[in-house]
Nanobody, 123 residues
């Protein structure tokens, strides 16, 4: 049974940092494209970052240079290091897995989702 469990969210002041974790089970993450998405109240779910089997990654323009996605296959965990956080980064952050090695920016192209973790950045 595939399961994704996010953790690491919380309340932080603007300019601060958080590291989100996504623990995966039921599949081998190195064979999947793994992504992070976020959804703010009243807004659609949006792409944040993704990493593919080779370790290469892509980012949304809004987080490029501030966020870093990484993967520890031995621990079956994907991370999102978030630095220089801004109030507009406030959202529920979701981890997702795509049953292909090629990543995508589209939520509909991901097969499995975690329950989400809240990130709140105060000004």
């Amino acid at each position: 049974q595939v399961q994704l469990v996010e953790s690491g969210g919380g309340l932080v002041q603007a300019g601060g940092s958080l590291r989100l974790s996504c623990a995966a089970s039921g599949f081998t993450i190195s064979r999947y494209a793994m992504g992070w998405f976020r959804q703010a109240p009243g807004k659609e779910r949006e792409f944040v970052a993704a990493i593919r089997w080779s370790g290469t990654s892509i980012y949304a323009d809004s987080v490029k240079g501030r966020f870093t996605i990484s993967r520890d296959s031995a621990k079956s965990t994907v991370y999102l290091q978030m630095n220089t956080l801004k109030p507009e980064d406030t959202a529920v952050y979701y981890c997702a897995a795509r049953g292909q090695t090629v990543f995508s920016r589209r939520p509909a192209e991901y097969d499995y989702w975690g329950q989400g973790t809240q990130v709140t950045v105060s000004s």
